[in-house]
């Protein structure tokens, strides 16, 4: 139950008020939670049969849960490649390191997490980074290639070569970076355009600044553009016939499905009627609160979110990658359709993004599951337990983290409490709801160009087939998969460059090497590795957090300042303006 509360709901950014400056009522941050949380579990019960149910799609996240299970309750000890040791003696003792390590770079030594070589820069803690995407010895080697090609390609070439060419303006703002800036350089002041209703005041935008963004927000929003045609377009091509079988119930059960069959099973429409219960919650939400968001926008939403729940679906099981973007398009929806309405876009993309990311965490747990043999009825009573406990639990939290670390997700927050994925949110919001779509991407506009990532997206795995037909034995060109090479990316910023070449190494000594010439090692010992590495880091943090920075014992030394006086970390533009000088266009409307 835990694990299926772990994962938060974007949705709590709305009430961050350190970020937006807008507090909400606790109610209706439960509510909202439970209905984006409820609408997840019931996406995720009625594609049960499409993407949990066959054999090839195997979920990776859920092998390193079932070792840990394995290793806590199995006696057996089989000799793998000369290594005698027990699983579970294998797990206390790399458990009790990753804790001990921690400490080094967690509070000691925070410096070592920062090391300024290309695109290092940030807030995480080294042991923790090589894990911000997802733990790389869970993630096949191959997708974990496609995630490193993504990034070296579009944010180590493509990136620096738009940045020192001063495309869009960007070399007046840092490199790398989840904040938008005015024409001084300065972070952008989005009270400064806004009115008492939140919406946008034209003569106040037309005498402050247009929205600038670091290059690599500003390509995030073109990669997100690719991923949505991308997905659409690689499951027709691959996965069409699958769908159909599955349909048709022609598809094949596995052993795990047939030893499953013995309990009652949980039939479809009882994930129906959760999600129309779900969905007359979530209406009531939007009018008892005024949020602004209208019932047809509501049903759009939630309608985008089930359009991508089998293709984000089919890339998570097999690369254990969330391909999901839908902050993007639902960016882009109600950008158009509710104009100058940041927090309703908010509202608006949370919906869709949550709803099926939940799905996924949602449909992790029933695969779990179904490789135990967790009776499906027992699953769904524990699964709604555990929503209806984590987001309390979540809201709990939040509210003692606001009411007792001081300075919370502000930049300068000495612990790290920056708040950066609350920030990225609120200034799309900003960006999308209050500027709109049509200031920045219709034709002529700065970031115009991005748009022609919807069809290089959507052509790129039709051009690979045609190509692999040709070259059928080609191992680079059978290895390219488009979402993943995309989506992999999808959390840069704020993740770094060395959340992705870390994890690209890793998972190249693990399941690449190791695997290839320890294979009964790796079938034993990797996924123990990953849970022990992932819980004792885990332990250490609470430990940190509640002994030595909660109390607020800090340790200032050079190895933990160092990284503040980078011009990374100072967030130093290339090309920097003298006093009262500007850039960008000289009028804007």
């Known amino acids: 139950m835990s694990n299926f509360s772990f994962n938060q709901s974007w949705c709590y950014h709305t009430g961050t008020k350190s970020v937006s400056g807008h507090a909400t009522p606790v109610g209706y941050q439960i509510l909202l939670a439970l209905s984006m949380q409820m609408f997840g579990l019931g996406l995720a019960g009625l594609s049960y049969r499409y993407i949990i149910e066959p054999p090839h799609m195997i979920w990776p996240s859920t092998l390193a849960n079932a070792a840990l299970f394995q290793t806590l309750h199995s006696g057996a000890n089989p000799i793998a490649d000369g290594w005698r040791i027990s699983r579970y003696r294998f797990f206390l003792y790399v458990f009790i390191g990753g804790l001990c390590w921690y400490w080094l770079p967690g509070y000691i030594f925070t410096g070592l997490s920062t090391f300024a070589f290309y695109l290092l820069g940030s807030s995480k803690q080294q042991s923790s980074q090589i894990a911000y995407n997802s733990s790389p010895l869970t993630i096949p080697f191959w997708a974990q290639a496609n995630v490193f090609s993504g990034w070296f390609c579009i944010y180590a070439v493509i990136a620096p070569i738009l940045y020192y060419t001063n495309t869009w303006y960007t070399a007046h703002l840092p490199l790398t970076g989840s904040d938008a800036y005015d024409n001084t350089g300065n972070l952008y002041n989005s009270t400064r355009i806004l009115n008492d209703e939140d919406t946008i005041d034209d003569s106040k935008y037309r005498n402050y600044s247009p929205i600038f963004l670091p290059i690599t927000f500003a390509l995030s929003y073109g990669v997100g553009f690719a991923v949505l045609s991308c997905l659409l377009t690689h499951v027709l091509l691959h996965h069409t016939k699958d769908i159909l079988d599955t349909f048709r119930g022609q598809n094949k059960k596995d052993i795990h499905v047939r030893l ?48 991508y729940v089998i293709p984000v ?7 254990n990658l969330n391909a999901n973007v839908l902050t993007v398009l639902g960016e882009i929806v109600s950008g158009y359709l509710l104009k100058e309405k940041p927090l309703v876009l ?22 779990l599951g179904l490789y135990m043999k967790i009776p499906r009825r027992t699953l769904f009573v524990a699964q709604l337990i555990a929503c209806i406990l984590g987001t309390l639990t979540q809201n709990g939290v939040l509210l003692w983290m606001l009411g007792h670390v001081k300075d919370v997700c502000a930049t300068d927050q000495p612990n790290n409490f920056t708040c950066p994925q609350g920030r990225v949110n ?104 990953s849970a022990a590495l992932d819980s004792g880091v885990a332990v250490s943090a609470i430990l940190i957090f509640f002994s030595l920075v909660l109390p607020g014992v800090s340790l200032s030394w050079w190895g933990n300042n160092v990284n503040g006086g980078t011009v990374d970390s100072k967030g130093t533009p290339w090309l920097e303006l003298k006093a009262n000088e500007t850039f960008g266009e000289s009028a804007w409307t």
């Open 260 to 307: 499953l069959s013995r309990y009652p099973d949980v039939a479809w429409w009882w994930y129906a009627i959760l999600t129309v219960i779900v969905v007359v919650v979530a209406i009531m939400v939007q009018y008892v609160w005024n949020t602004g968001l209208p019932f047809w926008g509501l049903f759009i939403t939630l309608a985008l979110a089930t359009l």
């Open 313 to 319: 679906g089919t890339v998570y099981a097999v690369a």
């Open 346 to 367: 908010l509202i608006f993309k949370f919906y869709a993004y949550t709803g099926l990311s939940q799905a996924m965490y949602y449909g992790a747990d029933m695969k």
């Open 426 to 529: 609120y200034n799309s919001a900003v960006f999308w709801g209050a500027i709109g779509p049509t200031r920045l991407y219709n034709i002529g506009q700065r970031y115009s160009g991005l748009l022609n990532m919807f069809w290089i997206g959507a052509l790129l795995p039709i051009i690979t087939l045609f190509v692999r037909k040709k070259y059928p034995n080609n191992r680079i060109l059978n290895a390219i998969h488009w979402p993943i090479f995309f989506a992999g990316t999808g959390n840069l910023p704020p993740a770094t460059g060395i959340n992705y070449s870390t994890a690209f190494v890793v998972s190249l000594i693990f399941n690449k090497i190791i695997k290839g010439r320890r294979p009964n090692w790796w079938a034993k010992y990797n996924y123990v590795l």
